[in-house]
T-cell receptor
Framework: GENVEQHPSTLSVQEGDSAVIKCTYS??????FPWYKQELGKRPQLIIDIRSNVGEKKDQRIAVTLNKTAKHFSLHITETQPEDSAVYFCAASRDDYKLSFGAGTTVTVRA | DAGVIQSPRHEVTEMGQEVTLRCKPI?????LFWYRQTMMRGLELLIY????????DSGMPEDRFSAKMPNASFSTLKIQPSEPRDSAVYFC??????????FGQGTRLTVV
């Protein structure tokens, strides 16, 4: 089955700086790569996703890049704000809709 | 739509007791997932259904765990008998085809 690895496990950044989280996947048939944000005590919520026919996608301060050849994808958050502090999960799935999640990255934005 | 609805929100039970977690997916969604979240193991997929049919239950940890989806608007995850190591937050999520998965609020299970 799919194996998704995520790095780093924790990330502390100064407010206004950028944060980058990287994930690799094992199943070359995976074609859907969402990112979820989970605030403390809350449910995971989708913040951005990308499909295999696209190399990059941007939504305001958040961007995701995908390298299918290398089987890795990354989340970029620019101009970080305190409300960006949360756990971020990457995930991958193929046409069977089965989402496999990475272990998560705890992001702390220092004011 | 109120989103994915899970009940109960919190459950405390004694070891050996049966526990039943419930989920109502978003109307019209045809995929339903049960996840377990712990600090040690992160988000683990236990089982998922497509059009009410279990497609992959390879994540179900033991025979003590079972899940059903009798119709498109309801699913249950049952643990019998429960053990302290089953303590976790259990999330149900639903999606339409290969689109965004929406998570419920989760059920925090504590087995003492």
């Amino acid at each position: 089955g799919e194996n998704v690895e995520q790095h780093p496990s924790t990330l502390s950044v100064q407010e206004g700086d950028s944060a980058v989280i990287k994930c690799t996947y094992s199943d070359s048939a995976s074609n859907y790569f969402p990112w979820y944000k989970q605030e403390l005590g809350k449910r995971p919520q989708l913040i951005i996703d990308i499909r295999s026919n696209v190399g990059e996608k941007k939504d305001q301060r958040i961007a995701v890049t995908l390298n299918k050849t290398a089987k890795h994808f990354s989340l970029h958050i620019t101009e970080t704000q305190p409300e960006d502090s949360a756990v971020y999960f990457c995930a991958a799935s193929r046409d069977d809709y089965k989402l496999s999640f990475g272990a998560g990255t705890t992001v702390t934005v220092r004011a | 739509d109120a989103g994915v609805i899970q009940s109960p929100r919190h459950e405390v039970t004694e070891m050996g007791q049966e526990v039943t977690l419930r989920c109502k997916p978003i109307s019209g969604h045809n995929s339903l997932f049960w996840y377990r979240q712990t600090m040690m193991r992160g988000l683990e997929l236990l089982i998922y259904f497509n059009n009410n049919v279990p497609i992959d239950d390879s994540g179900m940890p033991e025979d003590r765990f079972s899940a059903k989806m009798p119709n498109a608007s309801f699913s249950t995850l049952k643990i019998q008998p429960s053990e302290p190591r089953d303590s976790a937050v259990y999330f149900c999520a639903s999606s339409l085809q290969h689109l965004e998965a929406f998570f419920g609020q989760g059920t925090r299970l504590t087995v003492v």
